[in-house]
């Protein structure tokens, strides 16, 4: 969509790392590809991303204004090289790992020091930010860090302080002044299920599953459910149906039902 939607001419460094990862979750789980011009592809973005993953961009959100440099967009960045080092170690495919590996510790690094808030307790939105932001509940999922490493306790503790409206996740910290004139809207449905992501890899089964809980039950006459939900009026709102609710739903289903089986792995813990 280019009518009304800025996005088309954004930089959003976070779909780097969704698409690597999907590559290598495709091969984990032998999946055919064609491995030659696959990897080719995936070399190619890389090389690209080594040039650009420090550049500032609109973030997961698609947020207008002034590009920042946002947490999550740096933890995939992150990603997108720690699944092509392990696609190359696990596959055999060429590749200069210790290029690789050097850049993939940097970010770690860079992140950790410029995108957590020592007074908070807790990763922001972006460097230098005060603010939060629901992408930060999936850091534990793609395995930058554990999920009871205190600084990821200290970011789900924090959103859960100064981010939820009636239960519900909102996806923007409400307490943030922006230069962007910001529209009124709902919980954001899928933030919820990445909240419950999250305690379900701290291993607190029971509030992931009310989270699941109340999400399912505002679903309509048939399963179906919207980006948003409005609390106050009682209704869901934005864009419906939402495939990226039904989709947090479903992982959200399976993590909930892995981690009471323990000889399987919850979905979103995607670090391998």
């Not at 307790?121 to 860090?145: H, I, M, Q, T």
């Not at 554990?146 to 306790?153: E, N, Y």
């Not at 179906?224 to 419906?240: I, P």
Request: hydrophobic content about 45%; glycine content about 6%.
């Amino acid at each position: 969509m280019r009518v009304g939607n800025a996005a088309h001419a954004q930089l959003q460094l976070d779909v780097y790392g969704e698409l690597i990862d999907a590559f290598h979750q495709s091969r984990m789980a032998k999946l055919k590809l064609d491995d030659e011009a696959t990897w080719a592809l995936e070399c190619a973005v890389l090389n690209h991303l080594a040039e650009v993953w420090d550049h500032p961009d609109h973030g997961i959100w698609e947020r207008r204004g002034r590009p920042k440099h946002y947490v999550f967009s740096k933890v995939m960045t992150w990603v997108a090289f720690d699944r092509a080092i392990k696609s190359a170690e696990t596959f055999g495919f060429k590749a200069p790992l210790l290029h690789w590996r050097t850049l993939r510790e940097a970010i770690h690094r860079d992140v950790c020091h410029r995108g957590f808030d020592t007074e908070e307790n807790a990763f922001v939105e972006s460097y230098g930010s005060k603010r939060l932001d629901a992408s930060l509940l999936l850091l534990p999922g793609v395995g930058f860090l554990p999920a009871d490493d205190p600084r990821i306790r200290g970011t789900v503790a924090a959103i859960e302080k100064h981010m939820m409206r009636d239960g519900f996740v909102l996806r923007h910290d409400p307490r943030e002044v922006s230069e962007e004139t910001q529209p009124i809207e709902g919980a954001f449905l899928a933030c919820t299920l990445w909240l419950a992501d999250a305690h379900v890899l701290a291993g607190d089964l029971d509030r992931a599953q009310a989270l699941f809980d109340r999400i399912a039950g505002l679903a309509n006459d048939v399963g179906l459910l919207a980006e948003e939900y409005d609390s106050v009026a009682r209704r869901q709102t934005g864009n419906f149906p939402q495939a990226l609710t039904h989709i947090a739903l479903i992982n959200t289903a399976h993590n909930l039902s892995a981690a009471r089986h323990a000889s399987d792995k919850p979905a979103m813990q995607r670090s391998k």
